[in-house]
């Protein structure tokens, strides 16, 4: 069997495809939040007022951490409730940077 057919190799390959999916998803994730919801998730006056988790302080998101799923906080992202923005107010923003944006604040905040 050539390297080039190696099971081995494939694995390797896929992980690596993975890993660099991930890094790509995540950094398009952390330009959605510094654009769209740094104003209120990273302990400005906007978050202050409304007593949004910050990002910077990881305690803070424990209570929706323990509350919601993720899927559900996605959902409460994306369509808004009484105390959050439909999107965080980007209506330019499609679903997916949305998402990639929660993921990232979950990223950072575990």
């Known amino acids: 069997m050539s390297i080039q057919n190696s099971p081995l190799l494939k694995s390797i390959l896929l992980m690596v495809g993975l890993m660099t999916l991930s ?34 302080n990881p305690a803070s998101w424990q209570k929706f951490l323990n509350r919601d799923t993720v899927e559900k906080m996605r959902e409460i992202v994306l369509r808004g409730t009484k105390d959050h923005k439909p999107k965080g107010g980007c209506a330019s923003c499609s679903d997916q940077q949305v998402i990639e944006a929660l993921d990232y604040i979950i990223i950072r905040v575990n």
């Open 23 to 56: 890094i790509t998803q995540t950094q398009a994730g952390a330009d959605t939040f510094n654009s769209v919801c740094a104003e209120c998730h990273t302990g400005g006056i906007k978050g202050f007022i409304s007593g949004a988790p910050n990002i910077n």
